[in-house]
Structure formats: C-alpha cells, structure tokens
C-alpha cells in the first residue's frame, strides 16, 4: 500500500524468495504502481531459490516502469537471474546506480549480460560484486562514469584475454566520460601484464580514480613497479592511485625503487593519493612522498606549469590548510622560491624610506597589513 499511494516512501528493501504467491501478486503490482521510490534494494535468500523465471520477468518488468527509481541494488542474484531480465535492462529509464552482488556460483558474468547492463540508458556508475574473473570492459558504454568489482577477501587472477580488452579501450579514451575504475577483487597477477598497464597509464587521458591489486611473482616485483612509476611520471590526469596489496609486497621492494617514487612525485603534480608499496612512515622517503602529496592537494600544479605562477599563486598554497601547519611544506615552498622572503624585506625597505621606524614587537603599520 505505501509503496503504491505513499509518495513519501522513498526506498525499500525487499527479499523476494520469502513472499508466498498471493504476497507476490500484490508486490509486483505495488512496485508497477509505485512513483515515489528513489532507491531499492532486492534480494535473493539463499535458502530460499524458489522464484521461478516468469516470476523475475514480472519484477524487471515492475522496475521498469518506476519513474523515480534512481538507485537499485541487487543482491545474491545469480548470472541466470540477470540474463532472465536482461531483455528489460533498456527500460530501466531513471537509474544512474546500479549495484549488483553476484550469487557464489562460480559462474562469471556473460558479455551478453554485462552489455544489457551498460545499455540501461541514464546509468553513470555500476558496483559489481563477483567471485569470477570477467571481461570488465564489457560493461563500458560512452555515458558511463565509475565502474567497481570488488569480491570476497580471496583474489582471482586477471584473464590476460579480459585484461588486454580492458587496457585497448583505456588506451584508446573512446569511453570519455569514465573517470574512476576500482578493480578490488582481480588481481593482476602476471609480471607481462604490467606493461601493459604502464602504456595505459601513458596514454589514458580520462582516469582521474584507479585502484587495483597488484600481486606479481616476488621476483620481478622491484622491475614491475619501476616500470609503472616511469608511467606515472608522464601522467597528467589520475589523482588517486591506490594498490590493495600493499601491505603483501613492501618488504620486497628496494631502496632505489623507494627514490625512484619519489623522484616520480616531484614530477607529477595532479596525485593526490599514491599508494603502490607500503613503507616505514617514519623514513625519510615516505615522509618526502607525504610532502609532495600535500602540496598536490595545495594546488602545487599551479607553480610549476607553463610560468612560474603569480605571487597570489604561491600564497594561497602556503595558506592552504594541509600546508600552513606543516613546517617540511612550508620550507620546501620557501626552498622552491626564496623570492617570497625577498619581497617581505622589499616591502620592509619601502617602509624605512618613507621614514617608518619598525620594531620587531611593533603589531601596527606596514608589517601588520602585510601579515593580514
């Protein structure tokens, strides 16, 4: 009854396997009627696998038809369920997310499926919860923005099929809009794919968020990760980089490997969160790859382009809120124009010639609007 005549009743959550019939009916004809729902969520007991085909044909069906439903999430649904609907998909006019947590059945989502999904018209981000490896780029489509698979705590391996697909269309930025790819539950698990992604990660132009797992052999883990570091020097657009299985690899990686991300982020000025490797937070090369971190976020992009930037620039870097507390920002941003000093005496000189007497405890004239 809220459902049909409530258009206050904003979201529901339903199990759709613990209905008897007679419930079924007037369910499926309250979400038909519905116009106020903005957010559903539907899910499959798994004790309880007693809907038949017809059945999901007629709940597609019923979310096709609300008017209002931006957010859907479905839960222990299986690829066969998906593939029952999958014809309806299209109609699902009014949702942008779309959440799906795949059934543990072994089987991974089809091409076929997955491309139903990105054809629903006015979706812009999609979160997949899968225990297969799957052809992700399946789900790309010109209007989508974020793409997210995550899974159980155990990894499975990137397909080197699935993986090449993925990387071409990244490469190529036909799929402008799609800014932020979370890869938690495939690993990239062999040292030849790695290339690969470094030339992604060269060419790609629209990626501002990427976060993935990294679990190459122990063997090449120092000349795999030299080799997306010299890709992240080059890159002008990601601003989240962040590996899952930091923790697993950060014993093994070596001192010049340690420099050389540093030295990348002095070069890239957009990062914002880096993590490849875990390190010590108190050594000397994770407290200088807070520092540079911390000035991206300031706007340190700004000095370090085509000119030098503006003293107004540099001002409102040293005034942002993570750089003013920190005394390694500040005297980095000192060391990388002393002229800031320059022009505070400049201004004092001034001061003098036009016959004012200042006092180092003096808190009025000249030197306090130049601290305001």
Known sequence: HNLCFDESFSSADIDIDLHD?????????????SKGLET???????????RSDEDLEDLFRAISNMPQLGGLELSEFSVS????GQGTFA??????????????????LSADVAQSIASIPHLRKISITTPCSFAVSNLFS????????????????????HFRLLLDDLVTNRFKRLSCLDLHCIAIANHHQVPLLANMLKENATLVDLRLSLCIPNENVNECYTEILDAMSSNTVLRIFHN???????RLVSLATKKLQNHMLHCNTTLREFRLFDDCHTSDTAQEKKLYLLLNAAGRKRLQGAGPGSINDWIDVLCHEGVRGDLPCLFHLLRMNPSLCLSYQHKRNIGNENGHKWDRNEETGPRKKLCR
């Open 21 to 33: 019939d007679d419930v079924w009916a007037r369910l499926i004809q309250s979400l038909t009627r």
């Open 40 to 50: 559903l969520k539907i899910s499959r007991s798994s004790e309880y696998q007693v």
């Open 81 to 84: 369920d998906l593939a029952t």
């Open 91 to 108: 109609s699902f006019l009014a949702v942008t997310d779309l959440q799906i947590d795949l059934s543990d059945d072994s089987t991974p």
């Open 142 to 161: 010109p209007k989508i923005e974020s793409i997210s698979v995550g899974g159980s705590s155990l990894l499975v391996t990137f397909e080197d099929d």
């Open 244 to 250: 899952y299985t930091t923790a697993v690899f950060g």
